[in-house]
């Protein structure tokens, strides 16, 4: 597990391209941040967490649980959720808001362009 890289995954890098694409500038990995936002969009008071599917237990097809040593598995998918859910109230206590993109959301260029979007239009109709 320690080749597994936690930033600048291809998922992350095609939100970023994206995101700039359509105007947006942002820092990466803030350290000062709960749980190191792979985005964050100060003008907005934004953070985005692009997650693999996989390893925060995504209900889809890619974050099924492994069936060999399924319990271990299990405990860590649990962790990862709490942990998520953590990082995110504490986030938002302090004012941040918080965009989850999946990686599944990416694997198309439809759906990769409406999640986009989404986050986009979101980040507009709110700009403080």
């Given at each position: 597990?320690?080749?597994?890289?936690?930033?600048?995954?291809?998922?992350?890098?095609?939100?970023?391209?994206?995101?700039?694409?359509?105007?947006?500038?942002?820092?990466?990995?803030?350290?000062?941040?709960?749980?190191?936002?792979?985005?964050?969009?100060?003008?907005?008071?934004?953070v985005i967490f692009v997650h693999g599917c996989f390893w925060h237990?995504?209900?889809?097809?890619?974050?099924?649980?492994?069936?060999?040593?399924?319990?271990?598995?299990?405990?860590k998918f649990l962790n990862n959720r709490r942990r998520d859910v953590r990082v995110a109230r504490a986030l938002r206590k302090?004012?941040?808001r918080v965009f989850k993109i999946w990686e599944c959301h990416l694997s198309t260029p439809a759906l990769r362009e409406k999640s986009i979007a989404k986050v986009a239009r979101l980040l507009r109709a709110t700009q403080q």
């Open positions: 597990m320690s080749l597994i890289k936690g930033s600048d995954t291809k998922p992350e890098l095609a939100v970023r391209r994206d995101l700039h694409k359509l105007g947006f500038r942002f820092r990466l990995h803030a350290r000062t941040l709960p749980g190191k936002p792979d985005i964050v969009l100060p003008k907005y008071h934004a237990a995504h209900r889809c097809q890619q974050g099924r649980v492994p069936q060999t040593n399924s319990a271990f598995w299990k405990e302090d004012g941040w």
